[in-house]
T-cell receptor
Framework: DSGVTQTPKHLITATGQRVTLRCSPR?????VYWYQQSLDQGLQFLIQ???????AKGNILERFSAQQFPDLHSELNLSSLELGDSALYFC?????????????FGQGTRLTVV | GDSVTQMEGPVTLSEEAFLTINCTYT??????LFWYVQYPGEGLQLLLK?????DKGSNKGFEATYRKETTSFHLEKGSVQVSDSAVYFC??????????FGSGTRLLVRP
């Protein structure tokens, strides 16, 4: 158990809908990262927050947004969903920032858009 | 931008065989390098890491050496077990500290 909790584990929704994925980082970790894992794109970095502030942005669509709350949990909001958004979404957390900092991953949320 | 290239799988080996999974990287500056493992139905777990040139990371019999001259971080294990069957990801942290992953290599170890 990595200590990172993601809910829900599975989500099935229709095209055009909006969903929210939730992540609780390990106790004491200030950084949260979101990744998308799909068969054709591999593991893609979406966005990072550190202590409530957005730190880095990757290949995140405009239809997607995220935030980190004062209690450090994070939510990833996906709207106007398309079939191609079906993927495994991972959250990871780390104590701080730094090149050698280890990131701990949750078990992921599997999103299926039908 | 920074990137990681790793050998395509799947890699199929018999138990107790020697494992090498190649990984090379392109980066500005001096990244840290990682190997993560993903077992079926689970998230990624850090297997080992190296933060500077010539460092060797090791864990659970796996090893990888940070080679700056060849920009490589190949994963090796002397004797694989069935329980090592998983997907292995090579990764680096770039200047903004986010992890950039390779495409993953699936390892299947047969009894």
């Amino acid at each position: 158990d990595s200590g990172v909790t993601q809910t829900p584990k599975h989500l099935i929704t229709a095209t055009g809908q909006r969903v929210t994925l939730r992540c609780s980082p390990r106790s004491g970790d200030l950084s949260v990262y979101w990744y998308q894992q799909s068969l054709d794109q591999g593991l893609q970095f979406l966005i990072q927050y550190y202590n409530g502030e957005e730190r880095a942005k990757g290949n995140i669509l405009e239809r997607f947004s995220a935030q980190q709350f004062p209690d450090l949990h994070s939510e990833l909001n996906l709207s106007s969903l398309e079939l191609g958004d079906s993927a495994l979404y991972f959250c990871a957390s780390s104590v701080g920032e730094g090149k050698g900092t280890e990131a701990f991953f949750g078990q992921g949320t599997r999103l299926t858009v039908v | 931008g920074d990137s990681v290239t790793q050998m395509e799988g799947p890699v199929t080996l018999s138990e107790e065989a020697f494992l090498t999974i190649n990984c090379t990287y392109t980066a500005t500056g001096y990244p840290s390098l990682f190997w993560y493992v993903q077992y079926p139905g689970e998230g990624l777990q850090l297997l080992l890491k190296a933060t500077k040139a010539d460092d060797k990371g090791s864990n659970k019999g796996f090893e990888a050496t940070y080679r700056k001259e060849t920009t490589s971080f190949h994963l090796e294990k002397g004797s694989v077990q069935v329980s090592d069957s998983a997907v292995y990801f090579c990764a680096l942290t770039d200047s903004s500290y986010k992890l950039i992953f390779g495409s993953g290599t699936r390892l299947l170890v047969r009894p």
